[in-house]
């Protein structure tokens, strides 16, 4: 592959919203029609707490920006549950007249930063406002995954549900800092609720890959092709060479996979705002083309931009 940059689509620190000031994290693509594409992403609030909204751009030019939401889609969960401290949008499913959303759920913790798992609201109104059908979530820690689930990437093929998701491995005190290594896994599911997990990993460490977040899945002419961040677990916050960076696999039927990372066709700019990380990609096809959607520097801090596979 080999991607052209196309600059950057929304900076959360220097935009026309009142309410968006610091992070525009996890993006994702949702092709409403011929003109508009919406993106969803995660602002934080005053307390640092993630919160789901979208934009909306012309889906050829998504730098031109048609309108900025100007509130949450999804509110907070009750009181104890599991997304009562942060909701991150992963993931977007058209089903039959409705839009489920996928996303990430945030507790924080004691004896280490933060516990992950994954809910699903659901939209009647064209993605608008996202309701829970219920309050708990779809996937959480289990018998032989302890830690947490997290970022799924969903695609419903027939009466199939098939979800390539986030798996927390296990954490380690590094520089008196908690830090987590997970990997990416594979589930089932008939209904998008309930899921069946597989046994193995999907997408697993090597000698520099510690962590790999959010994948991106989709299929092109019979072939499953994932983007995903990969990243080292050591400094990855402060040292562009162990930072996030993109990787890429193939698969024949979704479920093994191939590394292909020298192929995914995009690295980090010389300067400005994707420099020094690139992570939680999206994707999208409009007129023939791919396009590539991205977080930058700072896990969101300075917004995301794109780019147009040749």
């Keep these: 592959m080999k991607w052209i940059k196309k600059g950057r689509i929304f900076d959360p620190q220097n935009n026309s919203s009142g309410w968006i000031k610091n992070y525009a994290s996890m993006p994702v693509a949702d092709l409403v029609d011929d003109e508009t594409l919406r993106i969803y992403f995660a602002i934080r609030d005053e307390k640092g707490r993630s919160l789901p909204t979208f934009i909306e751009v012309v889906p050829e030019q998504p730098q031109i920006i048609k309108y900025i939401h100007d509130a949450p889609v999804l509110t907070l969960g009750e009181l104890g549950t599991f997304d009562d401290s942060g909701i991150m949008p992963s993931c977007i499913v058209n089903d039959n007249g409705r839009k489920l959303l996928y996303y990430v759920g945030w507790n924080p913790q004691v004896t280490v930063s933060y516990r992950l798992s994954i809910g699903m609201a659901e939209s009647f ?146 300067e400005g705002w994707d420099s020094m990380m690139q992570e939680y990609p999206a994707t999208y096809t409009f007129k023939g083309n791919r396009y590539l959607i991205y977080n930058g520097n700072g896990f969101g801090q300075t917004g995301f931009g794109y780019a147009i596979l040749k």
């Design 125 to 270: 109104d064209g993605g608008k406002i996202f309701n829970r059908p219920f309050k708990g979530p779809v996937m959480d820690r289990a018998e032989d995954e302890p830690f947490f689930s997290s970022s799924p990437s969903i695609i419903k093929e027939n009466d199939k549900w098939r979800m390539w998701y986030v798996s927390c491995t296990g954490w380690n005190i590094i520089n008196n800092h908690s830090e987590p290594s997970y990997n990416i896994r594979y589930a089932e599911s008939s209904d998008g609720i309930k899921w069946k997990r597989a046994e193995t990993a999907c997408i697993d460490y090597d000698e520099f890959t510690k962590a790999i977040a959010r994948p991106c899945v989709y299929r092109e002419e019979g072939i499953y092709k994932m983007i995903y961040p990969h990243r080292s677990v050591t400094d990855y916050r402060t040292d562009r060479e162990k930072s996030y960076r993109l990787g890429y696999a193939e698969s024949k039927d979704g479920f093994v996979w191939q590394r292909k990372d020298e192929e995914v066709g995009i690295g980090f700019s010389e």
